[in-house]
Each structure stands twice: as structure tokens, then as C-alpha cells.
């Protein structure tokens, strides 16, 4: 058993597993904290089914990947963690967020109650606590011996243009306005100082490096990898404040944080690794093909450079890795949307009563179930949703329909709709700019339209419309199968 699954940290000895493994954050004071080590802890006690550990040594190009694609493709999604990785001293931890019951028992809650949770964090939000030291300075790398040689930085598919960091979370200051922000943007690693930051146009980083290059600066900002599964889901809020506050809302206690070595940015001190430098606002260099979560390789475009200045990790540290082309980028980056949309929707339209955006959509798809009660709100309800986010695809359905289980949808689709009447399009709508399938808005122009699809799979108010044939319902939702199979 390694040392960070036994939970404690040399600092004090215990006859049985902690509740939440202790560090020695000052020299003698125990602290009970929030971090991804606790997590696995978790899962090991509460979910011991949820968390595979694979001693086989595994190349970081390709093979690690492959272990979990074939995992993938036979419905396996425990969180994985690879001992050895070749030429690597850290192990390697992925599918931290492949279902939503991973995000339920990061924060104790039920995978129907995740998406509340969220709104609730964002709603009571609290600051992050400043603290002398923390286990993310174990070890303190700067100069020549800040290299990113020393992470098994992992190359997933065939045809990316190199290893990719993919679960590092952001943490930029506004040399402007003194404000913070935290995102996930992946990284091609360029050199052993140089990395990617693959920002979209939209995102608040974007913003932050566009307002730094008008005035001639660029911008201090650390890389932090390995943390408690919350800052992941933080990371993914809509609004415009600052994720480690709604991290600490997430957790219910402030998320502890160090000043950085080289730059002006506190980091969280109990994460696993953090890479310091800048996002240099005067260079690009060309990010792709990179197999992106619509399951297809992203062309090579232009992204900013970040600069390393300095990389802190604890004494033992866990690499942490997002799959890009599996369910746990699309778990994390939907709960986002989830949580804006059905507070948007819900306000709008107030017999709606859950969303889900499916993994089977890639993120472009959301499933909306309402209690209609009147003829026309199945139609007014699609328009809304599309209106609430850029979804490609809206299926409204009724409450009777379960809108975490696609086949239940589209039995739907097939039962309760008529292509030429309960289908609408609207063109000539902005989704993606990865949407393969874009077109342009003129003649050589840039391909980013699409075409938007409502789909209103609700059934018709008419008392004769036919009733759902099965056995009496309460006998057989209280049939237990123990009772009746061998
Ligand atoms: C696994 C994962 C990878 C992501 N990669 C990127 C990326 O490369 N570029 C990007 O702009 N957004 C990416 N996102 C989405 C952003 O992290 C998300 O939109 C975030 O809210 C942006 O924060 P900001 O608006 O504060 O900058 C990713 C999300 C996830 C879950
Ligand atoms: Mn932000």
C-alpha cells in the first residue's frame, strides 16, 4: 500500500484508517483537510468498487490511455490510479469525475442532488483562508530544476500533436484589477518550461490575457494538478466569481491557500502539484490536433504560451489526468451548464422539473422533463432551453420519461412525436467553434454556424391518448429479485 493510501503522513501513527488522512500543516497541529488524497480515502471506505488501482507499468503514450478506453468501451469507470508509470516516479490518477455518483460522493450527496449542491455552493461561497505553509511546498523546484520533465504528462490519442496536460486547473491573476480566476484550459507541453493555454475566446481567462496585452503585461498564473474532486467542479461555474470561493462552498470550509514562489497567486496548499509562471500575451504557438471531447481531433489553432517559473508538489505526489475523450470531461463540463441552465429554465418556464445534459450528446444535447399542463409548453420549453445555452439538440419530455437513461428518451421521441410537427430547426446559430459539421455565414467565411434542434417528445393533453401498458405499478417496483432468483 502506498503512503498516501494509509492516509497518514508520518506526523502521527494510528491503529486504524482516518476519517480524512491527517497532515502536519505547522510542526505539530494536525489538520482534518479536503484534498484528493482524502477523496480516495473516501471512495476506498464508501465506494470500494469505484477505485482500481493497476500496478502494471504503463507507458504514458498511448498505453495508459488504452487501458482506459478499453475500460471505457466495456462500461468501467472506476477511478484508476497507475502505481508506475515508465520513466516516471509519480502515479497517475484519471477517471476522478466519470460518473455523477463520483461528483455525489466527492460531496456527500446523491447524483440527483449534484447539480443542486452546485447552485448552493455558488450561492453560499466562501473565501478562501490564507495559511503560512502547506504539503504542495514539500518540495519547491525553481531555475534550471523547474523542468516539466519530472510529469508523467500523458499523450491519450493517436494522432495528438504531443502529451497533454489535461486536468490542470488555472489560477490567473488580472494585472489590472487584482481580481482571481480559475478555469481548466488544456496544455501541449512545448519544452521543459513551456506549455499551451488553450483558452476559448469567451472564457474569463481569454478575457483576463486580452486586457494584460493591451497594457504591455502578462499574466502571473499557476497550474495546479491533483486536489480534492470539488476545485475540478468549481472550475466549470458560469458566473463571474471567483471558483475558489464556490470551491469552499462546495466543501462547506474555506480552501486553504499559500502565496506562490515566483509569482502573484495564492495556491491551494493542499494540492498535489503546482506549476508557476506567466501566460505570455506576446507569443502563440499552434495547439492540435488534440482528440477533444466531441470525440474528434481539433485542427491546430494558435493558443498562448505559459512560461514556467517554478513547480512545487508534495514529497509523494499524485499526477493527476483528465481523459479528453471520455465521459469524465463531459461529466465535469456539463455539471456547468446544468446548474445555469435549469436556474435559468426553471425561472422561465416553472413547470420544469430536472435537466440532464447526457454524455451520449457530447455536451451539445439537453434532456428536459416538464409537468405539462398546458397544450404548447412541450414547444416553449425546447425554445427556452436553447435560449438558456449554446445545446445543439433540445428533447423536452414528461415526467414519466427518465432523463438519465437515453434509451427511455428516445422511446420517447418514437412514441410521442411527429417529425414535421413536433421537430424545429433554427438555423445559422453559433454552438462550437469544433463543431465539425459548421458552416459559414458567407461564401469563404469562417465555418462556426450550426443549426439548432427542439424536439418536443411530450405527450398530447387528450384523455384518449393510450396509457403505458405494465404490470400494477407498485407490485412490481416492490418486486425484490433476491426473493424470487437463485
Ligand atoms: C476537462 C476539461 C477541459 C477543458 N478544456 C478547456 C480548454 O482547453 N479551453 C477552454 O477554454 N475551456 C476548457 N474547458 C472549459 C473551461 O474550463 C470552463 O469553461 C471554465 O468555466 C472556464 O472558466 P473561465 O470562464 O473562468 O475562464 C474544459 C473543461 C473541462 C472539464
Ligand atoms: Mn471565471
Known sequence: MPAWMSGSRGCLSLGRPPTFPLMCRSNTVPVMTADLRSFLDTLERNAPELLVRVDREVDPRWELSSVQRRLQADGDLPVLVFDRVADHAMPVVTNLFSTKQHLALAL????????????????????????????????????????????????????DAGPYLTAGMTIARDPDSGALNAGIYRHLVLSSKTLTMNMAPLCHAS???????????????????????????????????????????????????????????????????????????????????????????????????FEVTAITHRSDPLYHDIFPVGPEHLVLFSLGMEGVVFS?????????????????????????????????????????????????????????????????????????????????????????????????????????????????????????????????SALWRGIDPKDYLP
Request: proline share 9%.
Open 344 to 472: 435559468q429554465l426553471k425561472a422561465l418556464v416553472p413547470q420544469v422539473v430536472a435537466i440532464n445534459v447526457p454524455v451520449s450528446g457530447a455536451g451539445n444535447l439537453v434532456y428536459v422533463q416538464i409537468r405539462k399542463d398546458f397544450e404548447g409548453l412541450g414547444v416553449n420549453t425546447a425554445l427556452a432551453a436553447l435560449g438558456a445555452y449554446r445545446f445543439k439538440c433540445a428533447v423536452v419530455v414528461d415526467e414519466d420519461v427518465d432523463i438519465y437513461d437515453d434509451a427511455s428518451v428516445l422511446w420517447a421521441i418514437m412514441t410521442r412525436t411527429q417529425a414535421d410537427r413536433s421537430f424545429f430547426t433554427a438555423p445559422g446559430s453559433y454552438i462550437s467553434r469544433v463543431d465539425p459539421t459548421g458552416y459559414p455565414a458567407y461564401p469563404g467565411g469562417p465555418p462556426l454556424l450550426s443549426t439548432r434542434l427542439g424536439i418536443d417528445a411530450t405527450r398530447p393533453l387528450d384523455p384518449d391518448f393510450p396509457e403505458v401498458a405494465e404490470p400494477p
Open 207 to 305: 478575457e483576463i490575457a486580452r486586457r494584460a496585452e493591451e497594457k504591455g503585461r502578462h499574466v502571473d498564473a499557476a497550474i495546479v494538478i491533483g486536489h480534492h474532486p470539488a476545485l475540478g467542479m468549481a472550475s466549470q461555474q458560469r458566473s463571474a466569481e471567483y471558483e475558489l470561493e464556490t470551491m469552499g462552498g462546495l466543501l462547506g470550509e474555506p480552501v486553504d491557500v499559500v502565496q506562490a514562489e515566483t509569482v502573484d497567486v495564492p495556491v491551494p496548499a493542499d494540492a498535489e502539484i503546482v506549476i508557476e509562471g506567466r501566460i505570455r500575451t506576446d507569443a502563440w504557438e499552434d495547439d492540435g490536433p488534440f482528440g477533444d471531447y466531441w470525440l474528434y481531433y481539433a485542427p491546430p489553432k494558435p493558443a498562448r504560451v
Open 108 to 159: 456527500g450527496t446523491t447524483p440527483e442532488r449534484v447539480v443542486e449542491r452546485f447552485g448552493e455552493a455558488q450561492a453560499n461561497r466562501i473565501a478562501p483562508r490564507e495559511v503560512a505553509s502547506g504539503p504542495v511546498k514539500d518540495v519547491v523546484l525553481t531555475g534550471d530544476r523547474a523542468g516539466l520533465g519530472i510529469l508523467p504528462v500523458l499523450t491519450h490519442c493517436e494522432k
